[in-house]
């Protein structure tokens, strides 16, 4: 997801450019594995100190449902932006530093090119949710066999209450003494 901004870093503030983003065989990271292609949309713009790229991804990663540990595909709609600052004047090719607030920004390569992949992986990431479901109802494992409840009951006892069991025991010696 790499785009030439040499032309867009010579024009006025304001100037965007936008492109549709339809990308095979993206790697974001050993972790997030991407099944299927990225399409999405991305808009840059020039702004006073480089330029700001926002926009959108759709994508799928294969993730663990959360319950019953099963392999599935996570749809994710993600939105971006994030502002990328010139590393050299792209007329004179004199060396610029970063912009006093630019601790959050991303350079401009020296070929003039922004690559908007690290963005969308940090934005990714942030946008997984702590609980990833293959279905909203997923019934999970059975916590006794481990038998996946989705394909149907198993014959497992409900389990009792560790502290329940606890008072079961007591009551039964009162029971024994008296
Ligand atoms: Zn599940
Ligand atoms: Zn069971």
Known sequence: MLYNVAQLMKSPVGTSLEY??????????????????VTG???LRRINQGLLADGWVDLAL?????????????????????????????ITGAP?????????????DDHHQVDITETVRQHVLLEIPMVTLCKEDCAGLCSQC????????????????????????????QETNN
Request: charged content about 30%.
């Open 20 to 37: 549709d983003i339809d990308e095979e065989n993206v790697q974001l990271d050993a972790e997030l594995q991407v099944t299927g292609p």
């Open 41 to 43: 949309h991305v808009r």
């Open 62 to 90: 294969e993730r663990e449902c959360t319950r019953c540990l099963k392999q599935f595909e996570l749809q994710m709609h993600v939105p971006f932006e994030e502002r990328f600052y010139p590393t050299m004047d792209v």
């Open 96 to 108: 610029q530093l970063p912009p006093d607030d630019g601790e959050d920004a991303f350079p401009i």
């Open 146 to 173: 481990g038998k996946d409840l989705n394909e149907g009951p198993c014959n497992c006892q409900p389990e009792v209450d560790s502290r329940l069991s606890v008072l079961q025991t007591l009551l039964q010696k």
